[in-house]
């Protein structure tokens, strides 16, 4: 399916620790295409439902319209020929196949804004992302500010004890933590 033909499409990715306002960043992205007049669709995975089912929205209470999904090649039903921009939230929760269907929205002359966690709680790579940062046009990596001591933080924090790589939360089983501070809890 060509939706845009000779135009030249690119990825960008947000990414860095939880608390680092890679959400706000997406919506803050989202929001200056609407003063452009530009037609987006953005996405998130179903399995994200911490404050809405159907937004996305930023640990600061900041939100968009979503459409949740499964998984990514549901994105294809969803597009129609004015869509400019796709935008996917949460992207490390989504398997493999996110990689190249950025890749071949992008190709087809979309903007494609992607936000997500580079790092699991452990402080290893997370999911997909390492492969989305790869083939990127831009990235932007967000940093929080540590909980312990302050200093720019790169890392997220579980503060309860499960094993499990994926643990939907928030402030109830995450913190920002730098470098320094962060302790892998198994």
Sequence with gaps: ???????????????????????????????????????????????????????????????????????????????????????????????ESIVGICNDLADQGLRVIVAGLDQDYKGNPFGSMPQILAIAEYVTKNLAICVQCGNPANRTQRTIHRGEQILVGSVEAYEARCRNCHEVLD
């Design 1 to 95: 399916m060509n939706i845009i033909a000779n135009k030249t499409g690119w990825i960008e990715v947000i990414c860095g620790s939880m608390f680092s306002g890679k959400t706000e960043e997406l919506i803050r992205r989202i929001h200056r295409a609407d003063y452009a007049k530009q037609k987006y669709l953005v996405f998130k995975p179903i399995i994200d439902d911490r404050y809405d089912a159907k937004n996305v929205v930023s640990h600061s209470k900041m939100q968009a319209p979503a459409i949740p999904i499964n998984t990514p090649s549901e994105i294809y039903t969803y597009l129609t020929e004015d869509i400019k921009i796709i935008a996917i939230d949460e992207a490390q929760f989504f398997d």
